[in-house]
């Protein structure tokens, strides 16, 4: 089972656009992270985020994690072709489990 | 410095087959997790190697094991494939500490029919 869902499903954007992308978890969690899929292959690993830490920034990448609200979003500026890809977020419940449960994925489409 | 290699890259079996998929971490990393991701999903966790033992399992059937070996290098075996046994099966590593930095090989696509 799922324990994300990011929202959209999908988004097309224009390149040089920001592209901002959701993730809602069920239960409390350690931390949850960011990774990126290219025509589904192997997974990137983008940013961490830390239960206790609200906003992190990684280059073009900011994420951000509300845990009243059990969110999270990932933005992307200055969006380029090359980002074009699926976005998942995970998330790990407590700092003793080994088990990452991922979202379903948005489905990135920048334009050039 | 080589990254997580996966071997086979694409299988086709049939129902009831048997198949191994082989996974070798990124050098220097001592864990091993597996992976399944289903066409349009997100990858399912499946279980965790280290120090040659399984110690975290998903919500998966026995059907499913492993095994890792002292280089670290790991086996995920299948046995009885279904139908619904065909996705992208995808091979992570990292080490003990820090844990969460997972690196993911380029994924086995398994077919079954």
């Known amino acids: 089972s799922q324990q994300g869902e990011e929202d959209p499903q999908a988004l097309s954007i224009q390149e040089g656009e920001n592209a901002t992308m959701n993730c809602s978890y069920k239960t409390s969690i350690n931390n949850l992270q960011w990774y990126r899929q290219n025509s589904g292959r192997g997974l990137v690993h983008l940013i961490l985020?830390?239960?206790?830490?609200r906003e992190k920034h990684s280059g073009r990448l900011r994420v951000t994690l509300d845990t009243s609200k059990k969110s999270s979003s990932l933005l992307i500026t200055a969006s380029r072709a090359a980002d074009t890809a699926s976005y998942f977020c995970?998330?790990?419940?407590?700092?003793?489990?080994?088990?990452?449960?991922f979202g379903t994925g948005t489905r990135l489409k920048v334009l050039a | 410095d080589a990254g997580v290699t996966q071997s086979p890259t694409h299988l086709i079996k049939t129902r009831g087959q048997q198949v191994t998929l082989r996974c070798s971490p990124k050098?220097?990393?001592?864990?091993v997790s597996w992976y399944q991701q289903a066409l349009g999903q997100g990858p399912q966790f499946i279980f965790q190697?280290?120090?040659?033992?399984?110690?975290q399992r998903g919500n998966f059937p026995d059907r499913f094991s492993g095994h890792q070996f002292p280089n670290y290098s790991s086996e995920l075996n299948v046995n009885a494939l279904l139908l619904g046994d065909s996705a992208l099966y995808l091979c992570a590593s990292s080490l003990e500490t820090p844990r969460e930095t997972q690196y993911f090989g380029p994924g086995t696509r398994l077919l079954v029919l």
């Open positions: 995970a998330t790990s419940k407590s700092a003793g489990t080994y088990k990452y449960i």
């Open positions: 190697y280290y120090e040659e033992e399984e110690r």
């Open positions: 985020i830390r239960s206790n830490e």
């Open positions: 050098s220097g990393h001592d864990t």
